[in-house]
């Protein structure tokens, strides 16, 4: 027996977004001598359409992604960890982490060395700590991080804490520090045009009186992230009977 699937969405399989809403021709990928590699949680892989660690991919050309939760016996992980000629690290908040915000540049560039490897944890804060919890060879990695001063974009999605940034503006930070350190000497300017675009076909879709995918019979309000909610209350859409 056939089931006959009527008005299917289109979709783009390469940013992962409805035909409608792609981001495809906003991509502007470029070269990074660093190689940024997102160990990606299996529930944020199937948040395919809003993740911004796919879209970190498309526009970095030396990345890749990996999939998984417990990283310890991960093949491909270990290849980069064993290999001598990479200087691998891990993008992770802490109090003694190597912070790129008040190195100087001999500082960045001999700490980072060569041919620097950094693995970035694609997932919420819960994921991303059972992430580092479970995997023994992450624990073992030099840690690096950045003073963060800007509140994230990423308004349709809450965020534990103000300061806290999506993968796709974390990276995008990391670059210009790196930068800032005579590291990398690419082009950044349009590195969050995707993202930036992103949001903004989500809010017209939410705002859209018309869109069958939200109840009609409510009036929709996009809340600033000035206050930062806790569980149950994290909510972006403020929806109230008409």
Request: aromatic residues 8%.
């Amino acid at each position: 027996m056939q089931v006959e699937i009527k008005n299917p969405r289109i979709k783009c399989y390469k940013c992962m977004r409805p035909s409608s809403t792609c981001i495809c021709k906003h991509i502007s990928p470029f070269h990074t001598k660093t190689r940024f590699i997102i160990l990606m949680h299996p529930k944020e892989y199937r948040k395919e359409k809003n993740g911004t660690g796919r879209m970190t991919k498309l526009q970095l050309e030396n990345s890749e992604i990996i999939v998984g939760v417990d990283f310890t016996n991960n093949n491909r992980v270990n290849e980069i960890l064993i290999n001598e000629k990479n200087s691998s690290f891990l993008l992770y908040p802490g109090k003694d982490n190597f912070n790129l915000s008040v190195k100087k540049s001999s500082e960045i560039n001999s700490f980072m060395g060569n041919s620097p490897h950094i693995f970035i944890l694609d997932g919420t804060w819960p994921c991303a700590r059972k992430m580092l919890t479970l995997s023994k060879n992450l624990q073992k990695l030099k840690r690096v991080s950045f003073d963060n001063k800007i509140k994230s974009k990423f308004i349709i999605k809450q965020q534990p804490e103000s300061l806290c940034l999506s993968t796709i503006e974390s990276v995008y930070t990391v670059i210009n520090l790196l930068k800032e350190g005579d590291l990398e000497q690419c082009d950044t300017k349009g590195f969050l045009i995707p993202f930036e675009k992103m949001i903004e076909y989500q809010l017209e879709s939410i705002l859209n009186p018309n869109n069958k995918n939200y109840r009609s019979a409510t009036n929709r309000e996009i809340i600033t992230k000035n206050r930062y909610k806790k569980k149950s209350e994290r909510n972006i859409i403020l929806e109230t009977e008409s």
